[in-house]
């Protein structure tokens, strides 16, 4: 008589052995934080680089410094370069009005659009690490799991008087479940991380590129 075994995969993942299920489940809950950091972190960055964009394009036309530092210090959603902006010409301003030297009232713009430059790339840079961890952790974690079923399927063979495949071939397959879901978790973790770490770096040139050249406008108005 032939014995049907169930070799689905919540089958599978219901027979494993305690420390592969609680692997899987731990993979199961990294993937399920990468993904959730990667959407917000896709629409945390593709608003930076909207922002950006719509802010050079204001800060060119070439209109008054003073009415746009108005217009961007009023805006309470004010981010990456209205924020630089902000911040440097809020001191180019303050120093002006105390009748400062022109070397220390550019000097100490450009400290506070280092500053404000620094808080912006740390924000966008938050969790960045994580996303690396997960995808260099998460395949050998289900490695683990994979090596720790395939353990306990051969030590189930010395049970068995005669080895055949189908008393095999369950233990090997809910083991390779685990090596299959780490995969899963570190391959759009993975993905993700290189793909926000090049924007943020492309932000950042941006970034700094603002502040030399306002901060070169600013040496013309001292």
């Known amino acids: 008589m032939n014995v049907h075994t169930d070799l689905s995969f919540v089958a599978l993942i219901a027979q494993a052995s305690i ?3 609680a692997v899987m489940a731990l993979l199961a809950g990294l993937s399920l934080w990468s993904w959730w950091q990667i959407f917000l972190k896709h629409f945390q960055i593709s608003r930076a680089i909207r922002d950006t964009d719509v802010f050079e394009n204001e800060f060119w ?3 008054d410094l003073a009415e746009l530092f108005q217009r961007t210090s009023s805006s309470s959603d004010a981010g990456g370069l209205a924020h630089l902006f902000a911040s440097g010409f809020r001191e180019f301003a303050k120093h002006r009005k105390q009748g400062s030297n022109a070397a220390v009232t550019l000097d100490s713009a450009r400290r506070a659009m280092r500053a404000a430059y620094q808080r912006e790339i740390d924000v966008l840079e938050a969790h960045l690490a994580g996303l690396a961890t997960v995808g260099s952790v998460s395949p050998y974690i ?5 090596v720790w079923g395939i353990m306990n399927a051969f030590r189930g063979l010395a049970n068995v008087s005669q080895a055949t495949l189908a008393s095999v ?3 090997i397959a809910e083991a390779l479940i685990a090596t299959a879901i780490g995969l899963f978790a570190a391959i759009p973790a993975v993905v993700a991380y290189n793909r926000y770490t090049h924007d943020v770096d492309r932000l950042a040139v941006r970034y700094e590129t603002f502040i030399e050249e306002f901060s070169n406008i600013l040496q013309r108005q001292a």
């Not at 289900?142 to 994979?146: A, D, E, K, S, V």
């Open 142 to 146: 289900g490695l683990f799991g994979t």
């Open 19 to 21: 420390i592969v299920q």
């Open 169 to 171: 071939a369950p233990g």
């Open 61 to 63: 036309k070439g209109g």
